[in-house]
């Protein structure tokens, strides 16, 4: 019954999280922290952040790490598996129709309608990544006592390095990394 519940609910987030990895961090969340409670909100934002350092797509990570958490290997093998197929039968078949129907209106109408609701999805994940990182599991609370400042200031720092000499991500979150585990060791 496990199996048959990760296949489906990876499928939706496959089949729904239009707009790529970013895009499906909500429906994710959704699935794995709200309606089936596999993980805790803490672990789900350690599953991104794993997700995030490993190759490959966002959701086929978070799929294949759920599923090894929730039933073993052969859960990794379902989920991942309910993740990408209905990708591959969409994009099958978008390609297809869009080559064949490229010039027309319509089809270039719908692409730019789409655009805007990928970047709300997008938002509306980084939005919620922020709260639990600068505030904790308790949600957002209008006090400075309650803000994390170490959390704050490293990604304030992160941000600001990526946009003023175009470091690598990577070296970044290595960076981040090291300071986030020296800064655990102090009280």
């Not at 089936?36 to 997700?51: A, G, K, P, Q, V």
């Not at 990604?155 to 020296?182: E, H, N, T, Y």
Request: overall charge neutral; aromatic content about 12%; glycine content about 10%.
């Amino acid at each position: 019954m496990i199996y048959l519940q990760l296949f489906w609910s990876f499928f939706q987030i496959g089949l729904f999280s239009i707009g790529g990895g970013y895009a499906a961090m909500p429906l994710i969340q959704n699935q794995v922290v709200d309606l089936h409670h596999w993980l805790t909100m803490t672990e789900f934002t350690d599953l991104i952040t794993i997700s995030q350092m490993t190759p490959g797509p966002i959701a086929v990570n978070s799929a294949t790490f759920v599923g090894i958490q929730i039933a073993g290997f052969g859960g990794a093998v379902i989920s991942t598996l309910g993740c990408i197929l209905p990708s591959c039968i969409i994009v099958s078949l978008l390609a297809f129709l869009y080559f064949k129907y490229q010039q027309l209106t319509v089809i270039q109408g719908v692409l730019n309608a789409l655009r805007p609701a990928v970047v709300a999805l997008i938002a509306s994940a980084g939005l919620t990544m922020i709260i639990l990182a600068f505030w904790g599991e308790g949600g957002f609370v209008p006090q400075l006592s309650a803000l994390h400042i170490s959390s704050v200031v490293l990604f304030f720092a992160a941000l600001f390095i990526l946009r003023k000499w175009k470091l690598s991500p990577i070296m970044v979150m290595a960076g981040c990394g090291v300071i986030g585990g020296l800064l655990y060791f102090i009280p």
